[in-house]
C-alpha cells in the first residue's frame, strides 16, 4: 500500500502565478482534505472532498478551489500567488464508517515557494 | 480555533516513558481525541485516537479521563526517533475537519 501521495515534493512559483497540487488517497479511501502548513505553525484547514464534490471549507480566499475526480484522486488550485501562500501543503485521505471515527492519514507534503 | 492546550515543549530521557498530556474541557460526547505527530516538515503521522477508553496500539497508549476533560499520550519507552511535534486534536470524525494547534515539541535526550 502507497499510502497517500502528493506531486510535485517541491516547487517554486513567482506572484501572480497559478499552481496545481496533486494527491492520490490511500487504498480504499474516498475522502481527500487539503491543509496549509506555514513555518512553525500548525497544519490549517482548506477544505474536504467527498464524492466529487467540496463539502467542507476553512477560512481561505476563494483563491483556493480544488477537485476530485471519480478515482478518488484530487487537485489543489491556487490562483494569482502571495508571498504569504508559501507553505507546505498536505494532503490527507480517509474513510468514513457508521458509528466509529477512523483515523486520516497524511502524504509528505508539497513545499511551495512563491517569489 | 483549537480546542485542546498543550504545553509548548517537553524533554524526555532516551528508553524512559514520556508522558504526554493534553486539555481538551469542551470536548463534546461524540468527539474523538486524535494523537499525531510530525517529525521535521514531514507529513504528520497517525498515532492513535479515542472516544473515551483507554486505548493501546503498537506506537502509543492512550489514557482519557473519566469526565474526557484531558487525556494523556504515553510513549513507553522513547527513542531519539521519537524526537517530534505531537499534536492532540479533538473533532468529530463526521466532520472530518482537523483543528490543529501548535502542537508539544517533545526532544528525547541520550
Known amino acids: 500500500d502507497a499510502g497517500v501521495t502528493q506531486s510535485p515534493t517541491h516547487l517554486i512559483k513567482t506572484r501572480g502565478q497559478q499552481v496545481t497540487l496533486r494527491c492520490s488517497p490511500k487504498?480504499?479511501?474516498?475522502?481527500v482534505s487539503w491543509y496549509q502548513q506555514a513555518l512553525g505553525q500548525g497544519p490549517q484547514f482548506i477544505f474536504q472532498?467527498?464524492?466529487?464534490?467540496?463539502?467542507q471549507r476553512g477560512n481561505f480566499p476563494d483563491r483556493f478551489s480544488g477537485h476530485q475526480f471519480p478515482n478518488y484522486s484530487s487537485e489543489l488550485n491556487v490562483n494569482a500567488l502571495l508571498l504569504g501562500d508559501s507553505a507546505l501543503y498536505l494532503c490527507?485521505?480517509?474513510?468514513?464508517?457508521?458509528?466509529?471515527?477512523?483515523?486520516?492519514?497524511f502524504g509528505q507534503g508539497t513545499r511551495l515557494t512563491v517569489v | 480555533d483549537a480546542k485542546t492546550t498543550q504545553p509548548t515543549s517537553m524533554d524526555c530521557a532516551e528508553g524512559r516513558a514520556a508522558n504526554l498530556p493534553c486539555n481538551h474541557s469542551t470536548i463534546s460526547g461524540n468527539e474523538y481525541v486524535y494523537w499525531y505527530r510530525q517529525i521535521h516538515s514531514q507529513g504528520p503521522q497517525y498515532i492513535i485516537h479515542?472516544?473515551?477508553n483507554n486505548e493501546t496500539n503498537e506506537m502509543a497508549s492512550l489514557i482519557i479521563t473519566e469526565d474526557r476533560k484531558s487525556s494523556t499520550l504515553i510513549l513507553p519507552h522513547a527513542t531519539l526517533r521519537d524526537t517530534a511535534v505531537y499534536y492532540c486534536?479533538?473533532?468529530?470524525?463526521?466532520?472530518?475537519?482537523?483543528?490543529f494547534g501548535q502542537g508539544t515539541t517533545l526532544q528525547v535526550k541520550p
Open positions: 472532498y467527498y464524492e466529487e464534490e467540496e463539502r
Open positions: 487504498s480504499g479511501h474516498d475522502t
Open positions: 479515542g472516544l473515551k
Open positions: 486534536i479533538v473533532g468529530s470524525g463526521n466532520t472530518g475537519k482537523l483543528i
Open positions: 490527507a485521505s480517509r474513510t468514513f464508517l457508521l458509528g466509529r471515527d477512523t483515523e486520516a492519514f
